[in-house]
């Protein structure tokens, strides 16, 4: 068994059996080490074929010789060890070993008890970090720092012919620190050198250290040839910079910077990428991202969010070096606020704003203050309320702009038995305006101050049964769950409210149970409407684990709404909207979803989607789906109709493909697309991909652009999932990489 495994047991498995009984040999199951008693030196061992010396001044081994002190050992032909210095010569064939790291030379000289000394013409192998390689001579200077002058350093287990490697004048490598320094070094891969620097720093354990990350290298129809080669400062153990120089052919060089902190108080980031000039736009480019959270204490707390770009296409052009899935953003959000959170209290108070990029510019709020208040079962109550102020104003001109105050407070009477529940509730929206500009587009008449009052009722009923079933050979419980819920909004005119922060609410399950179809603080949808749902699911009987569950909801409208907003589709009398779902899990490996909306004042399906994943092991997926949504003003009227496929499949033992296919099944073409391979060696990986991708522009008509993708990573000089293999897990749901290797015990080597 290895050594690896035995390190591992604990418990009654570690401990020794007794062979000979009380006083006698005992067989223990695995290799530990014993401390010696404070003050007292640990033994000295000497074997060979034949010794001579004088007691307690030195000894001479002869013959395959061999020197042991704890868990060190030193082999070799001839070995002269002198007990009042502590010091061993050791000629011809010399092996040193410490705890289970090896050195070969042919001769060397050491001071045993501390691990110092120097061997010529070594070659060395660290057990922990799987560092090997070879020089013209080895300064140990402890048990954990050795200097290695005119020497090499690699990880790849064929240390004669290694795939990658260093080659330096002096190479220091301190095991203590997790840390190699090399000095005039060159590094090549498969004999070709790659990288040359008077000084390089690179980890020996998967400890952060500073120096360079994995280069990415891309060929691609919008920016040529592009390379980012990352450099890391580990400046401490709780914040760290990454400055990444980026180089296109077609644009020009780019620099960003990526600063981390974090203490237990306070954390953060900020992104800072800046391309002096675009040879392509002509203009200075650039983007700004900026995160904080901080604890003051007693219940407060500050934030603040800052993104700011110099342009709307600087995310989908240049995209992330960082990171190979590309952006597409139009508003850019500036937010700074205070929270307070104490009990029943919770308090924001925010100043926000938008940089954007489209026609539909968000309101600023400058500023907000919201306060909530919550209570539960007070004598059986629950009740609360959401007080809001703010001050809405937007860089349109002829806009309107002013404050709004908002009151909502809300009281319900849960009743909860064993299976069922029943929750009457009742609230109220107060909305008052006050407007210091009115636009061009505000209805006849408008008032600049004005205020409407909305009640809302609401029932909300849930039961839930059970029963033992057996299927397919497996024993189940089945649960019916039925859900009915009403609610009753009458009609208040809300036609001067102003549409400052709110919009329809996306149409789902759960929204099919909420008492408001808008989100926001300025409409009210009148309602007469009456949902009703059943919910029926299978568990396994041993493990409760959900096997399958199906889904089946209506909505019903005994009064057609008047409330609404532009590009908002009322109902009708009558049934509504129609809802239904599944999720099956077959097996520990593949899962099937689907779910459908039928409209049934329209006679028509709003939305589709169904799909399904495979995944039987690591570096094995499969997935396929299919999404409908019909023409509607969101989306621009257009129809929506895609399959997406994407997977993750060895191909041999070394190397496994990655694809993905988005298809427009209307436009009959390919939205986008990537195809990859990886091949991971025992100390290196490539990763190799090309893309097709989509980015916005000011048309009608998307931009598409291609890009080859490559990616080099030698494992034991930096191993972090960034770049092309970011791209491959946002494209493919279930993506893995390969693990990193366990560390093997100090005594794997011992002899």
Sequence with gaps: ???????????????????????????????????????????????????????????????????????????????????????????????????????????????????????????????????????????????????????????????????????????????????????????????????????????LNGERQSGLLPPTFQVSSTNGVDISVPIYFNLAPNYDLTLTPRLMTSRGAMLTTNYRYLTPTYAGQMSVAYLPHDEITDTTRYSISYQHKQTLGDGFAVYANYNRVSDANVLSDLGSVNSFTLGTQTIFQQEAGVTYNHGPWSVLTRVQNWQSFTTGVPYNRAPEIDAKYTQYNVAGFDFGADANATRFTIPVANSTEGDRLTFDPYVSYPIERPGWSVTPKFQWHFASYDLSSIGSGAPVGQPKTFSFNVPTLSLDSKAVFERNVSLFGVNMIQTLEPRLYYVYTPYRNQTFAPIFDTAPLDFGLDEMFTDNAFVGGDRVADMNRITAAVTTRFLDSASGEELARFVLGQEYYFSAPQVTMPYNTLPTVGPANLIEGASLNIGDNMSIQQAVEYNQSSDEFTQAEAGIGWKPGDGKVINAAYIYTAANATFGNGTISQVLLSGQWPLTRRLSGVGLIDYDTKAHQLISGLIGMQYSSDCWAVSLALEKYVFPTDTLTPTTGTRVLMQLQLNGLARIDNGLLQQFKASVPGYTTTPAPVPQSPFSNYP
């Design 1 to 203: 068994m290895p050594y690896s495994a035995y390190a591992q047991l604990s418990g009654a498995a570690a401990q020794p059996v007794q062979l000979d009984g009380v006083g006698g040999l005992s067989l223990a199951p695995q290799l530990v080490e014993h401390p010696s008693t404070p003050g007292e030196p640990p033994a000295v061992f000497g074997l060979g074929a034949s010794s001579t010396g004088t007691i307690d001044q030195n000894l001479r081994l002869k013959g395959d010789a061999q020197l042991r002190r704890g868990a060190s050992v030193v082999k070799a032909d001839v070995i002269h060890y002198n007990v009042d210095t502590d010091t061993a010569d050791a000629y011809g064939n010399v092996h040193l070993v410490n705890d289970g790291n090896v050195f070969i030379g042919p001769n060397a000289h050491l001071q045993v008890g501390a691990t110092e000394g120097m061997m010529t013409m070594p070659k060395y192998h660290f057990n922990l970090t799987n560092g090997s390689g070879h020089g013209t001579r080895i300064d140990l200077l402890d048990d954990q720092r050795e200097t290695i002058y005119d020497g090499t350093y690699t990880t790849c287990q064929c240390v004669a012919h290694p795939s990658w490697y260093f080659k330096s004048s002096r190479l220091d490598l301190d095991n203590s620190a997790g840390e190699g320094v090399v000095h005039n070094g060159v590094l090549f891969f498969e004999g070709m050198p790659l990288f040359a620097s008077p000084w390089i720093s690179f980890p």
